[in-house]
């Protein structure tokens, strides 16, 4: 099984950039499509970006399709969620995940903060 902590939340402003990290536990984590999704208060889990296990090839929301950009470094067991040009309704919690969710939970997931 898989543990994931993410990070790298806070708080930027409008059109500001953050950078988050996924730490995953585990040795088939290079074999997994992994996923980054946020829930905003309110509202319902929704898938943001996922990668495929050798990072070939990406998907990313409409909302945030050439503002973010997903990565893997299989090496670390890490992947990463660049995010630019940030507006205010990116404000949500942030979490990282395996495609399909294998183990059924989440991790703590990382605040982004937003400021108009």
């Known amino acids: 099984q898989v543990q994931l902590v993410e990070s790298g939340g806070g708080l930027v402003q409008a059109g500001g950039s953050l950078r988050l990290s996924c730490a995953a536990s585990?040795?088939?984590?290079?074999?997994?499509?992994m996923g980054w999704f946020r829930q905003a208060p309110g509202k319902e889990r929704e898938v943001v970006a996922r990668?495929?296990?050798?990072?070939?090839?990406?998907y990313y929301a409409d909302s945030v399709k050439g503002r973010f950009t997903i990565s893997r470094d299989n090496d670390k067991n890490t992947v990463f969620l660049q995010m630019n040009s940030l507006k205010p309704e990116d404000t949500a919690v942030y979490y990282c995940?395996?495609?399909?969710?294998?183990?059924?939970?989440w991790g703590q997931g990382t605040q982004v903060t937003v400021s108009s």
């Open positions: 995940n395996t495609i399909p969710n294998y183990s059924g939970s």
């Open positions: 585990g040795r088939t984590f290079s074999r997994l499509i």
């Open positions: 990668i495929s296990p050798n990072g070939s090839n990406t």
